[in-house]
């Protein structure tokens, strides 16, 4: 009877997990199953003069985007044609629900590759009711500091490396129940069972050249699963503009084909490659004729600002970070400062040919793939332009 009793008590317990899983597919697969067919026939319907104009900003975790639309009588030509709007605070974790209201700046705009023209996609800053910027708007310094270097160009281009999940949060493409084969044949890989969401990769390329990104090119990474694009050469505040707009056309294009992208800087514990977002810089100096000098006293300067970089290169100050670099998986170690020529495990990596022409740029390879481009940019030219020394920015 107690062995009887035991044994349907662990049916029961087997069933109940089993109808979890089958809600939990259901609650999340939802959005996926629905017909984009059925869609696409009022996507197609003439909307007259008015213009969709899709704002986007970035909430209280400095990592995750919002949206909303709002009609316009007809299609801006710049920036200073949309109006500011606002959003409830209070739900994006950026104000208290009884001052919640918050304002949103237009500062970039691009073409909507999911609505198509005459519609937009506008970034944002936000501000608070005393129209002092949130705690994760880092637009607003950025923006001051790119100001005071804008005579010396500073071209910054960044490889945003990141992970497709399945809505459970299973890497896409992975055995539900282990894993694939060690890491190898990923990395720029071709054919079905190397290269896993390609075509989330491809509709992803496409909608950032519609909207206008300057998006330079993508690959496979050495997870499988996981894959990267590259944005630039942008010059000063561009950079930043152009990154997060891109990651958020991967979010909706992902939507769409009923994944997840995750930009987590280790998604996957133990012998696997981490995610990050390395970060190449130049100035008019360093790709002029004898540049090498102007790279290798930025790198100089870098070395004895280590922490403060480290703080400044992922949202949670370093602590993301450190699950990624420890000094394995093309990492440098997050308590050490390193540089050399076509090195992955150093910290900042001088390309061969650059260190062949003496002239050109040099690659960050410490900025996780949730870093916060603006804060990244800020930050190299703090250091290197403006002789920041110390672990705090200065006040300008």
């Known amino acids: 009877l107690v062995f009887i009793s035991i044994f349907s008590f662990l049916q029961v317990i087997r069933l109940y997990f089993s109808y979890l899983c089958i809600t939990n597919k259901m609650a999340t697969s939802a959005s996926a199953s629905l017909s984009k067919a059925v869609k696409q026939q009022y996507m197609e319907l003439p909307q007259g003069d008015k213009v969709q104009a899709m704002y986007i900003w970035i909430d209280g975790t400095g990592e995750g985007l919002r949206c909303k639309t709002r009609t316009l009588d007809s299609e801006p030509k710049?920036?200073?044609?949309?109006?500011e709007w606002n959003f409830d605070g209070s739900s994006t974790y950026q104000s208290e629900g009884s001052n919640s209201d918050m304002y949103l700046i237009p500062s970039a705009m691009f073409r909507d590759?999911?609505?198509?023209?005459?519609?937009?996609l506008v970034l944002c800053e936000v501000l608070k009711y005393n129209r002092k910027p949130t705690e994760t708007n880092l637009r607003l310094t950025c923006k001051k500091v790119m100001d005071m270097v804008a005579d010396q160009h500073p071209w910054f281009g960044m490889e945003q490396e990141y992970t497709i999940l399945g809505t459970d949060g299973h890497p896409f493409g992975w055995p539900s129940n282990g894993f694939p084969g060690p890491q190898g044949p990923y990395y720029c890989g071709v054919g079905a069972d190397k290269a896993y969401g390609r075509d989330v990769v491809e509709a992803h390329y496409k909608a950032c050249l519609y909207a206008g990104v300057q998006i330079c090119g993508t690959n496979a990474e050495v997870m499988p699963a996981q894959w990267e694009f590259q944005v630039g050469p942008c010059e000063g505040i561009d950079m930043g503009d152009h990154l997060w707009v891109a990651r958020f056309i991967l979010h909706r294009v992902c939507e769409d084909f009923g994944v997840v992208a995750s930009f987590d800087p280790k998604p996957i514990p133990g012998n696997w490659n981490g995610a990050g977002c390395h970060t190449n810089f130049s100035t008019k100096e360093m790709r002029e004729d004898g540049g090498l000098k102007a790279i290798e006293d930025s790198i100089e300067k870098l070395g004895k600002r280590h922490s403060y970089h480290i703080r400044a290169y992922d949202p949670k100050g370093g602590l993301d970070n450190a699950r990624r670099l420890t000094g394995r998986h093309e990492?440098?170690?997050?308590?050490?400062?390193?540089?050399g020529v076509a090195n992955r495990g150093a910290s900042i990596r001088i390309p061969r040919n650059v260190g062949q022409e003496k002239k050109g740029y040099f690659e960050d390879r410490r900025p996780s793939a949730n870093c916060d481009p603006y804060s990244v940019?800020?930050?190299?030219?703090?250091?290197?332009?403006?002789?920041?020394?110390?672990?705090?920015?200065?006040?300008?």
């Open 78 to 83: 710049s920036i200073e044609d949309l109006p």
């Open 113 to 120: 590759p999911f609505r198509k023209d005459p519609n937009k």
């Open 331 to 339: 990492t440098s170690n997050i308590n050490e400062f390193s540089a």
């Open 377 to 396: 940019t800020e930050a190299l030219i703090r250091t290197c332009l403006l002789n920041e020394e110390g672990d705090e920015p200065a006040d300008y």
